[in-house]
């Protein structure tokens, strides 16, 4: 299957491969209040969300994971773009890529540097590791963790 090198353009390739490399948001926290995690097997890729939400804003956000660059890297991205935001503005912008990349719609300005991944629309098999962290995003604000469970 193709790789970011075959798909993007310079400057796109670089910026996925920088958050790749370097995601600033790998890892775990300490007091998640919800997680979600999933998986793409035709490629290999897994995805492992983390959020603490106050009230309905996501507050702090990590992922962890492993798989191929255009995983990674999306959910690098997806990550930094909704820390901070309400949880409504955090699924609107996951709907938005998801947009883009399965429907081949045109970047909507909310997703920022997640336009990177417009050339993945063409690219039928590589669709679903760019659309996993969108996913795992959604199943998480939506997964409470039982504080009770695990400890
Ligand atoms: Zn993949």
């Keep these: 299957m193709p ?30 209040t ?27 956000l990590t992922f962890d994971g492993q798989g191929c660059s255009i995983s990674q890297a999306s959910a690098a991205m997806l990550g930094e773009l909704v820390t901070g935001k309400p949880v409504d503005d ?5 709907h938005r890529f ?4 399965l429907r081949g719609e045109e970047p909507d300005p909310v997703i920022g540097d997640l336009e990177a991944f417009q050339g993945v629309a063409k690219f039928h098999a590589r669709v679903k590791c760019a659309t996993l962290a969108a996913k795992v ?10 504080a009770k469970a695990g400890g």
């Design 137 to 146: 995003l959604a199943d998480c604000v939506e997964s409470p963790v039982d």
């Design 90 to 94: 955090a699924l609107h912008i996951a």
């Design 98 to 101: 998801e947009d883009m990349v």
């Design 3 to 32: 790789g970011p090198e075959a798909l993007f353009d310079e400057l796109y390739r670089d910026l996925i491969l920088e958050y790749y490399r370097s995601p600033k948001n790998r890892g775990s926290l300490p007091q998640p």
């Design 34 to 60: 919800h997680r979600a995690e999933g998986l793409n097997p035709t490629c290999g890729d897994e995805i492992t969300i983390e959020v603490k939400l106050d009230g309905n804003t996501i507050e702090e």
